[in-house]
């Protein structure tokens, strides 16, 4: 886009336009999708300056995009509420990939199901996190909520916990591959527990988006798991500009590529997929780039 296209965007054409993209842990998929997002913001959109904001991911980032403390951000779907509004002040810009719950133990630890978590040290993800709505949701499925020893760490804390044997195990919900989890895994003897078995109880319980998604052994180079997975929404400001949005939408799509480079899981995306973000609807901007590239 040349410069001083967005200018319309703004009373003042010589301001800055501030994008602050709201991730998650600097070792998940949400900061390296979000850092190379901002380098392509920064790089093709000349009156555009984009920073990423280290958070304790889904559901912090929604009220942060909410509340106007950040103009982007990106979340699991079970974290957000049904729209009751017609005017709602958070809406997508499009559906980018998604994320599978990991329950991560070490290797001689007796947990080889949610069954085997009852009295033990569990982080459930960070407070604000979409790790921690989505292990909930199966902890209660499986009738152990009330006995688990819950710790509130994030990815790297839970990593570090797990080294130190501060705790037994810990959830963390994320796109494949996480780096964490991949690092954990290649200097600890640690495992990752099948799901699969509560696949089915959830989504009877939480029928709105959870799916069933299987975990080869060329991720992790561990044995293949079953595990419940569900959708990410890359979400935006509703009063964000319309033109301002069309162009965010369009590089996200254009760039591919580069994302993917970034972060495999950014490689999932597609125009078709993207535009199936319920509940939000999709904002004006992105709206208009999907129809006019007939996805």
Known sequence: MLPGALGGCREDPDETVQI????????AVYHAFGQSLATILNRELPEVEATVVVTAASAANVELVRTGQAELGFTQADVLAPVTTPTPAVVAVARVY?????????????????????????????????TGITANRLLT????????????????????????????AFFFSGGL????????????????VDLGDWIEPLRRNYPEVYVSRDIPRSVYGVDPITTVANPNYLIVQADLPDRLVRELTRLLMERRAELAAAHPAAGRLSPRSA???????????AAAWYRESKP
Do not use: F, K, Y
Request: glycine share 10%; proline share 7%; hydrophobic share 40%.
């Open 98 to 130: 998604d994320d599978l719950l990991h329950l991560v133990t070490t290797a001689q630890s007796p947990i080889r199901t949610v069954a085997d978590l009852r009295g033990r040290r569990v982080s459930l993800g960070a407070p604000g996190s979409g």
């Open 141 to 168: 499925v499986a009738g152990v909520a009330g006995d688990v020893d819950r710790h509130a760490l994030n990815l790297d804390d839970s990593v570090a916990a797990l080294r130190e044997g501060r705790i037994d």
């Open 20 to 27: 602050r993209i709201a991730t998650g842990s600097p070792t």
């Open 275 to 285: 535009i199936a973000t319920t509940p939000l609807p999709l904002h004006p901007g």
């Open 177 to 192: 591959p996480v780096r964490g989890v991949e690092q954990l895994l290649a200097d600890t003897a640690a495992r990752v």
